[in-house]
C-alpha cells in the first residue's frame, strides 16, 4: 500500500489533541506526586502573572527595565516571602531529578541524556529563533521606525527577553551536579544539607563581613545546590512527619525573621527599586531561609493539594500546563515584547509609575500577552511535547 504523502495526512484537531492529553493523563504512575506537578503550574503561573502585570515598564538609559512597585506598597515585602517562586522551582527540580535518577537506575549518561534534553530542546528552539529574527534586525528597525515615531531600537527590549535564561543556566548546572549530590544524599542526606546550609551562612559572614564581594558568586552556586538537596528530602519521605513539617516552616519563618531584621539585607525577597542589595544575584542566605520556610508550608499544605489534585479537571489543567512548562517559561518575556511593541503603535501610553491609571491597565497586560504567548506555544510547543525516542512516553510533568 503506497504511504499517504504529507499533505494528505490529517491535521490534528482539538479533540484529538485532547484525547492525546487524556492519554498521556491515563498513564500517570499511581506512585506519581501529582502536587509536584500542581506546584510547577501554580509556579510558572506566579512568574507569567508578576512580570506582565506587575511590573512597571520603564525606558531607561536606552533600554526598558522592569521594576516592580513592592517599594510603593506597604508592607508589600512580606507577599514575596510566598511569591518568589524562584526556590520553589529548585525544590521541585530536586525531587524530580532524584526520581529520574532513580528511573535510570542511576546511570550518569542515561539520566543526564534525558534531563538535558527535556531543559535544552525548547531552549535550543527559542535561541534559534531569536538568533534569525536578530539577524535581520536592520530590516525590522528600519520598518518599526518609520511606522512608530521615536522608536527605541530592538536592542532596548534585549534585557526583556533574556530574563528567563538566567535561571536555566543555574537550573543547568545543578542538573550536571546530580549524580554527585544524589550519591551524597544518599550516603549521608541529613549532614550533608546541615553542612551546606552552614556553608551558605559562613560565606555571606565572609561576604558582608569581611566585604569579599567574590564570595556572592561562591552563594549563587552554594544556595541553590543547598535548595535542590531539600528536594532531594522531600522525595524519600524524610520531611513528612508532621511535626518535621512543622519544625522546617518555623525554622525558615525564624530565618526570614532575622534576615529582614539585619541591616544588611532587604526584607523582599524580589530587588526593588532603591535597595542597593538582591536576595537573587547574587544569591544570598535568605534565599536558603526563604526556601525551608516554602518548603515546610508545602508539606504542610500537601495533604490539601493532594485531594484536589485528584479531580479530574484540575489534573488534566495541571497536566496540560506541564506539558509546554518551559515553553511557557521561554517565551513568556517574548509575548510581552510583543505586547509592548503593539501598545506603542497604538499610540496607548505605559505608565512609569504604579498609578490609577497603571492599575486600570493591568487586565490589558494578562489578556494581550496571554493571546500571544499562546500563539507562540502553538508554534513552538512541539519541541518541548515530543516524546523522547528509548525512553518511551513520559508522564505529564515528569521533570
Not at 506546584?39 to 502573572?49: K, M, N, S, W
Not at 535581520?136 to 521615536?150: F, G, K, L, Y
Not at 519544625?247 to 529582614?260: Q, R, S
Not at 511593541?341 to 490589558?364: K, S, Y
Request: proline letters at 7%; charged letters at 10%; one cysteine or more.
Amino acid at each position: 500500500m503506497t504511504r499517504p504523502r504529507p499533505r494528505d495526512q490529517p491535521v490534528p484537531t482539538l479533540p484529538a489533541v485532547r484525547r492525546a492529553l487524556h492519554r498521556r493523563i491515563a498513564a500517570t504512575p499511581a506512585s506519581h506526586d501529582r502536587t509536584v506537578d500542581l506546584l510547577r503550574a501554580f509556579c510558572i503561573g506566579v512568574v507569567v502573572v508578576w512580570h506582565w502585570a506587575l511590573s512597571v515598564i520603564r525606558h531607561q538609559d536606552g533600554q526598558y527595565v522592569m521594576a516592580n512597585p513592592i517599594a510603593d506598597i506597604p508592607l508589600a515585602w512580606l507577599a514575596t516571602w510566598l511569591l518568589q517562586v524562584m526556590p520553589v522551582f529548585f525544590l521541585i527540580g530536586g525531587f524530580a531529578n532524584l526520581t529520574a535518577w532513580d528511573r535510570a537506575e542511576r546511570r550518569t549518561w542515561p539520566f543526564l541524556r534525558r534531563r538535558l534534553v527535556r531543559l535544552l530542546r525548547p531552549a535550543a528552539v527559542f535561541l534559534g529563533v531569536w538568533a534569525v529574527f536578530l539577524g535581520v534586525w536592520a530590516v525590522i528597525e528600519a520598518v518599526a521606525s518609520s511606522a512608530v515615531p521615536d522608536h527605541p531600537g530592538v536592542s532596548a527590549y534585549g534585557p526583556i527577553v533574556v530574563t528567563p535564561l538566567w535561571f536555566l543556566a543555574v537550573y543547568l548546572g545543578v542538573v550536571l551536579l546530580v549524580p554527585l549530590t544524589a550519591a551524597a544524599h544518599r550516603r549521608a542526606a541529613g549532614p550533608v544539607v546541615a553542612l551546606l546550609g552552614a556553608a551558605v551562612v559562613a560565606v555571606d559572614l565572609a561576604r558582608f563581613g569581611a566585604g569579599l564581594e567574590v564570595f556572592g558568586g561562591v552563594n549563587t552556586v552554594l544556595v541553590w545546590v543547598f535548595v535542590h538537596q531539600l528536594g532531594y528530602l522531600w522525595r524519600d519521605g524524610m520531611l513528612d512527619p508532621v511535626p518535621r513539617r512543622c519544625a522546617l516552616a518555623a525554622a525558615g519563618l525564624v530565618g526570614l525573621i532575622v534576615v529582614a531584621a539585619l541591616e544588611v539585607y532587604p526584607a523582599s525577597m524580589v530587588a526593588t527599586e532603591g535597595a542597593g542589595l538582591s536576595h537573587m544575584y547574587p544569591t544570598t542566605a535568605g534565599v536558603a531561609a526563604l526556601a525551608v520556610f516554602q518548603l515546610g508550608v508545602i508539606l504542610l499544605l500537601r495533604p490539601l493539594l493532594s485531594a484536589w489534585m485528584r479531580r479530574q479537571r484540575a489534573w488534566t489543567a495541571v497536566a496540560a500546563v506541564n506539558a509546554v512548562a518551559m515553553t511557557v517559561f521561554l517565551w513568556q518575556m517574548t509575548a510581552l515584547l510583543v505586547t509592548l511593541a503593539l501598545v506603542q503603535a497604538i499610540g496607548l501610553a505605559v505608565h512609569p509609575e504604579p498609578t490609577a491609571a497603571w492599575w486600570a491597565q493591568r487586565p490589558l497586560w494578562l489578556v494581550v500577552p496571554a493571546v500571544v504567548l499562546a500563539g507562540l506555544v502553538a508554534l513552538f510547543g512541539r519541541a518541548e511535547t515530543r516524546p523522547m525516542t528509548g525512553y518511551g512516553r513520559p508522564w505529564p510533568g515528569a521533570g
